[in-house]
């Protein structure tokens, strides 16, 4: 048999794919069991807050005299573990949702987002959409919950849709998208913003939500004998479609 051969190269790429999905999972459970292990940290931290921050200062102390290699126990994140189990009281809740997420998006969710059906709201786009700490702050920053889970949004969706995709094409859309990252420059035309926003296609993606995907710029239509050209078509997979 030669190595290129299509069923030992599809072999080799199932092998891989199962390497990657292990691995993920794994990550998955070590991030979770650490932040279980920093909410009874943070629990046990508030069950004592009369002793103040002397408290916390002797602890990060004692605990990396015997774990000197240890990385998460200074007296600052330790502070966090004790504003995490605080913010989120309900261990049910806190492991179905944020222990989900690795432990520097929950410091961003704590410092950026006060409104706890909006932390949650984002901790599960972070887990349903795999974004990085960087790009959770980004969405946050730049209103996404506003834009998308509460505005209102004018569609013709339920007149064209079962009431399952109305629903899911409406959450998927914003009102409005926020493109800054692309050039901006005073005095641009609508074909130079389209070309930006190609040039910048994976970050539009990422903006545009869930379920999008890029077929063409200026896509050529004719209807009844007459050209148009679509500045920017995207395709929108739905369950039942």
Do not use: C
């Not at 290699?69 to 200074?74: L, N």
């Not at 995490?84 to 929950?106: G, L």
């Not at 959770?136 to 996404?144: D, F, K, R, Y």
């Amino acid at each position: 048999m030669l190595l290129n051969d299509n069923e030992y190269l599809t072999i080799v790429d199932d092998i891989k794919t199962r390497i990657r999905e292990a691995q993920h999972r794994a990550a998955l459970s070590v991030n979770s069991e650490l932040t279980t292990l920093y909410w009874r940290i943070g629990v046990v931290i508030n069950e004592h807050s009369i002793w103040g921050n002397k408290f916390i200062e002797n602890l990060s102390r004692d605990i990396k005299l015997d774990f000197p290699d240890a990385k998460g126990y200074s007296v600052r994140n330790l502070k966090y573990m004790a504003k995490f189990a605080k913010t989120y009281p309900d261990f049910e809740i806190m492991q179905r949702t944020v222990a989900q997420i690795p432990w520097r998006h929950n410091i961003a969710l704590l410092d950026k987002v006060k409104d706890s059906n909006q932390r949650i709201w984002y901790t599960e786009k972070t887990i349903a959409e795999g974004w990085s700490r960087d790009w959770l702050v980004t969405q946050i920053e730049s209103g996404l919950y506003g834009r998308q889970a509460i505005k209102n949004k004018t569609t013709n969706f339920q007149k064209r849709l079962t009431p399952s995709q109305s629903e899911l094409a409406e959450q998927t859309m914003k009102d409005p998208y926020v493109f800054d990252f692309i050039e901006y420059r005073e005095g641009m035309i609508e074909r130079q913003i389209e070309d930006e926003l190609v040039k910048n296609i994976t970050r539009l993606l990422l903006e545009l939500g869930t379920g999008f995907a890029f077929i063409k710029n200026q896509y050529h239509i004719a209807v009844e004998g007459e050209d148009f050209f679509i500045d920017l078509l995207f395709s929108l997979n739905m369950p039942g479609r």
